[in-house]
């Protein structure tokens, strides 16, 4: 999905206004930071956006290295973090030539919609190849096939008055209507998932794996599944 991955490159409104960002990245930390295992891990956040509070999750893990393809945001990453030894910036190459099972978790949050299922495979294969035995993989804001952009219409307005940032998005959101973003999802769409179909995916690519009851982004119609290697 080569247009997907132009996008994410450039500059784009995907975040309403600065709150909206500052919550969104917050928040998916915290919840990277509570999947952490134990003091000394390593995690690695695939497909990991700017990553602003990243810090939240280094200060309780070992090491903390982030994943994006745009060079751009890589770029951000690693100026943002330049004094934190614990992160590190990544291109999807370099994690590809990591040790095998030299990370105790990996999450990929809002990245398997905007791949290929080809694309997706890959990345499952190498995933189960760089964690350790007992490692977790959670893969998170999965989108089902009946789950359209009302959904997320709705869910962004939810969460935007609870988080003191309701009339920014709807200015946002007529906004994204005729983005970029806007365009691209139209024609290029989503990748979709029934959850049996996820599931399936995950086994086939060698993890025992489980639907958690929440999703980790604000949607609660998207699915966050958790897996680990299996025996
Ligand atoms: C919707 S954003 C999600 C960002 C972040 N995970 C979050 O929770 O907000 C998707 C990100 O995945 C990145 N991305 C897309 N394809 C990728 C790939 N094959 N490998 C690594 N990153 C990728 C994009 O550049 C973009 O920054």
């Given at each position: 999905m080569s247009d997907w991955r132009s996008f994410w490159d450039n500059a784009h409104s995907?975040?309403?206004n600065a709150r909206h960002k500052d919550v969104h990245y917050r928040e998916i930390a915290e919840q990277i930071a509570g999947f952490v295992?134990?003091?000394?891990a390593r995690v690695l956040d695939h497909g990991?956006?700017?990553?602003?509070?990243?810090d939240k999750v280094a200060a309780v893990a070992g090491e903390v290295l982030l994943c994006d393809a745009a060079p751009s945001v890589r770029r951000a990453i690693a100026a943002r973090f330049a004094?934190?030894?614990r992160i590190r910036a990544l291109a999807p190459e370099e994690v590809e030539a990591l040790p095998p099972a030299s990370l105790d978790l990996i999450v990929a949050n809002s990245l398997a919609q905007y791949l290929t299922e080809a694309e997706l495979d890959r990345l499952l294969a190498a995933w189960r190849r760089l964690l350790v035995p007992g490692g977790t993989l959670v893969v998170a804001d999965v989108i089902p096939p009946d789950v359209g952009p009302v959904s997320d219409v709705i869910a962004l307005l939810r969460y935007a008055a609870a988080n003191g940032f309701l009339l920014a998005a709807l200015v946002g959101l007529a906004r994204t209507a005729t983005s970029r973003y806007g365009r691209l999802r139209k024609t290029l769409g989503v990748t979709r998932y029934a959850e049996s179909a996820f599931m399936a995916k995950l086994a086939a690519a060698g993890f025992s794996a489980e639907r958690l009851?929440?999703?980790?982004?604000?949607?609660?119609a998207r699915m966050t599944f958790r897996a680990r290697p299996a025996d």
């Open positions: 995907i975040y309403v295992p134990h003091p000394g990991c956006g700017e990553a602003i509070h990243a004094a934190n030894p009851p929440r999703n980790m982004e604000h949607n609660p």
